[in-house]
T-cell receptor
Framework: GAVVSQHPSRVICKSGTSVKIECRSL??????MFWYRQFPKKSLMLMAT?????????EQGVEKDKFLINHASLTLSTLTVTSAHPEDSSFYIC????????????FGQGTRLTVV | GENVEQHPSTLSVQEGDSAVIKCTYSDSASNYFPWYKQELGKRPQLIIDIRSNVGEKKDQRIAVTLNKTAKHFSLHITETQPEDSAVYFC?????????????FGRGTSLIVHP
């Protein structure tokens, strides 16, 4: 149980275009999902907390207009990187919290974004 | 907010030796401390966790200890094997804004030499 699927696993896009990344909880309903960005050999930096049916809470320094988060259903949250630039290239990973779990969360497999 | 420090950044051991990774946290209100193992290009996997009402937890070769007074917790891996090689992250979870938010350490790259 507690499977989180992220799609796509890899994406290459041109500078100036937008990219959407999906995070799905396959066997449970996730009221809370987290989006992280991970630089090479670095830790997971929390970008935003996404609660179903409400606006995402962004961490300080994360541009909400740049990284659009939509958590429209209990099993799906999306992160859209708008007007992508090469410096947005990174590993983006989501995690989802099962119902009734106050603290545990399970990760998706991550998305490697390369902006050329 | 919470701040988590993790040491060492790199740990190299011989197969069969023990490995210890240490983390400190800043906010005494944090009450849940998971450890994740991340292999190259893969998702972090929860390997063990501990809550603030417990001082120690063990699962086969893996154990975690928590010292709430000192605000530090450690991961202990005994009888290490090459497949234990990975990056390990600690996290401290704090209740903030209606959600439990984890803050991660910077990670420890564990290398187990056969």
């Amino acid at each position: 149980g507690a499977v989180v699927s992220q799609h796509p696993s890899r994406v290459i896009c041109k500078s100036g275009t937008s990219v959407k990344i999906e995070c799905r909880s396959l066997d449970f309903q996730a009221t809370t999902m987290f989006w992280y960005r991970q630089f090479p050999k670095k830790s997971l930096m929390l970008m935003a907390t996404s609660n179903e049916g409400s606006k995402a809470t962004y961490e300080q320094g994360v541009e909400k207009d740049k990284f659009l988060i939509n958590h429209a259903s209990l099993t799906l949250s999306t992160l859209t990187v708008t007007s992508a630039h090469p410096e947005d290239s990174s590993f983006y990973i989501c995690s989802a919290r099962p119902p009734g779990a106050r603290t545990e969360a399970f990760f998706g497999q991550g998305t490697r974004l390369t902006v050329v | 907010g919470e701040n988590v420090e993790q040491h060492p950044s790199t740990l190299s051991v011989q197969e069969g030796d023990s490995a210890v990774i240490k983390c400190t946290y800043s906010d005494s209100a944090s009450n849940y401390f998971p450890w994740y193992k991340q292999e190259l290009g893969k998702r972090p996997q929860l390997i063990i966790d501990i809550r603030s009402n417990v001082g120690e937890k063990k699962d086969q070769r893996i154990a975690v200890t928590l010292n709430k007074t000192a605000k530090h917790f450690s991961l202990h891996i005994t009888e290490t094997q090459p497949e234990d090689s990975a990056v390990y992250f600690c996290a401290a979870t704090l209740h903030s804004g209606g959600s439990y938010i984890p803050t991660f350490g910077r990670g420890t790259s564990l290398i187990v030499h056969p």
